[in-house]
Nanobody, 126 residues
Framework: QVQLVEVGGGLVQAGDSLRLSCAASGRTSSSCAMGWFRQAPGKEREFVAAISRSGISTRYADSVKGRFTISRDNAKNTVYLQMNSLKPEDTAVYYC???????????????????WGQGTQVTVSS
């Protein structure tokens, strides 16, 4: 079992930056591939970024590529999402997710993730 807790959301203006953190706990957290997803009001949850258990492989949604960076510190069992140049369309609840994976494995599909955090709200005003 893996428990995930996201922090770092808030209200910012367009062009600002935020860093989300996802603290993982549990026996297998260090062996998990991690992902960030988001859900805007009235929309389905969508993939944002993913990182392998090793931290070597990363993937991004086209909408955030070049602005967001996913990283992890396995010593702290924490995954980060650095969000720069935020836009109003980035407004959403952001979720951290985990699934056991191999060294380079990442996934963009929410269906493959076994564990989810409670979410943190990010609001970007224009």
């Amino acid at each position: 079992q893996v428990q995930l807790v996201e922090v770092g959301g808030g209200l910012v203006q367009a062009g600002d930056s935020l860093r989300l953190s996802c603290a993982a706990s549990g026996r297998t957290s260090s062996s998990c591939a991690m992902g960030w997803f988001r859900q805007a009001p009235g929309k389905e949850r969508e993939f944002v970024a993913a990182i392998s258990r090793s931290g070597i492989s990363t993937r991004y949604a086209d909408s955030v590529k070049g602005r967001f960076t996913i990283s992890r510190d396995n010593a702290k069992n924490t995954v980060y999402l650095q969000m720069n140049s935020l836009k109003p369309e980035d407004t959403a609840v952001y979720y951290c997710a985990a699934e056991p994976g191999t060294y380079y494995y990442t996934s963009v599909s929410e269906k493959t993730y076994n564990y989810w955090g409670q979410g943190t709200q990010v609001t970007v005003s224009s």
